[in-house]
């Protein structure tokens, strides 16, 4: 969040373009994909976000824009306005769920968010345990703040019952202790971040 933070205000500051596209350090992108989507931001001023499809992923294919909750951080095209409006990312978050929170932010600004999957792209992703443990502790940060209390008590609630899972599964017999240990204390550790 903080090197894309760094790139929105830069684009604000040093251009007067009316459209940035922010990627991941992994992204490839097709050779008709950004031409798509400038294309589609022309034609639905009333977007401020748009995303295309990430190979790997489900979504419609459309060969127009689709409303969608949130865009992966994978590749967004935003427009000024809308980001003069709502801000750039939160850089409390890190690299997990930023994504969500910018566009469910523009969302409650009045823009839409729209997917386009007939611009297409790839991205690696993340894969180790940290990684997902960010994104999970997000989560549930960025559910409580948008969707309240209740549902981000929800979120957790699933979470538990993952780790609990997890927990009771390395007490059997033929799990060692130190996997129970090291369990129970990311399931600790974890929990005290999220509140």
């Known amino acids: ?34 031409g798509i989507l ?10 401020g976000i748009l995303g295309p499809k990430i190979e790997g992923r489900d979504a419609p294919d459309s060969q127009t824009l689709v409303d969608a909750s949130w865009l992966s951080g994978t590749c967004l095209l935003l427009r000024r306005e809308c980001i003069t409006s ?21 969302v409650r600004q009045g823009w839409r968010v ?3 999957s007939s611009a297409r792209v790839a991205g690696r992703g993340s894969g180790s345990p940290k990684a997902r443990d960010a994104a999970m502790i997000n989560g549930v940060r960025v ?10 008590a929800i ?4 979470i538990v019952v993952s780790w609990l899972r997890c927990l009771v599964g390395s007490a059997l017999p033929f799990r060692s202790g130190p996997s129970r240990r090291a369990s129970w204390s990311r399931f600790c550790s974890l929990s005290c971040l999220l509140y």
Do not use: Q
């Open 1 to 34: 969040t903080g090197g894309g933070n760094i790139a929105i205000r830069s684009w604000l500051e040093g251009s007067d373009s009316e459209f940035a596209v922010i990627g991941s350090h992994d992204l490839t992108v097709e050779s008709d994909a950004l």
């Open 155 to 158: 979120e957790f609630g699933c």
């Open 143 to 152: 559910k409580r703040l948008y969707k309240g209390n209740l549902e981000a």
């Open 38 to 47: 400038l294309r589609m931001a022309h034609a639905f001023p009333e977007f």
């Open 114 to 116: 729209g997917h386009c």
């Open 86 to 106: 709502i801000g750039g990312f939160d850089e409390a978050l890190g690299s997990y769920c930023e994504d969500v929170d910018i566009c469910w932010r523009a």
